[in-house]
């Protein structure tokens, strides 16, 4: 793995750094861009609707890169020995952070598929409920811890 990792280092952390950009940058563009645009929509049905879709689309975008995420890292804390450096510690917590963003990604996508069916079954205030935790809190929280695990790179890249 060592070797592997040496040939094509470049290619494994532009991939690593990509899939960050595109996971944390999704959801920054997300919810400080599109979202107040869709809240100007007048007819809640239509504007849950739309965010729900645009999540749909905000999912399916990330979910590869999550896993292109985990792929490079652990190719990564092989390349490097990173559990027998003095950075192991870093290593861990970043492992951390991604467990965490993952699960929460993953209950993020079950409560828009509730809120979808909910919708469809005119059950508003369920939908809206379900898509409330996601903007208020789900989204904030894997932005902070994204950015987080970002700066821990950053550190480990000067570091390694
Ligand atoms: C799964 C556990 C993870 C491990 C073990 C890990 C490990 C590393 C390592 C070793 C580097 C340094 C690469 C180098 O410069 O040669 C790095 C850089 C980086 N990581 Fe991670 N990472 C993990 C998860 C994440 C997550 C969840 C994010 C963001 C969502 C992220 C974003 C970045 C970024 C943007 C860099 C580049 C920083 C720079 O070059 O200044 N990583 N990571």
Known sequence: MQEFFAEYKAYIVFLHVISAVVWVGGMIAMRYAAHPSFMQIESPAHRMERVAHALKGLFTIVVPFVVILLVTAVIMIK??????????A???????????????LFVMILRRNR???????????????????IGKYMVPLNIALGVIAIFLGATLSSSL
């Open 115 to 133: 809120a979808v069916r909910l919708l469809n079954e005119g059950n508003m205030v369920g939908a809206k409920f379900s898509l409330e935790l």
């Open 90 to 104: 870093l290593g861990h917590a970043k492992e951390g952070i991604w467990a965490f963003m993952a699960v929460n």
């Open 79 to 88: 390349g490097y020995g990173l559990s027998q450096t003095e950075f192991s």
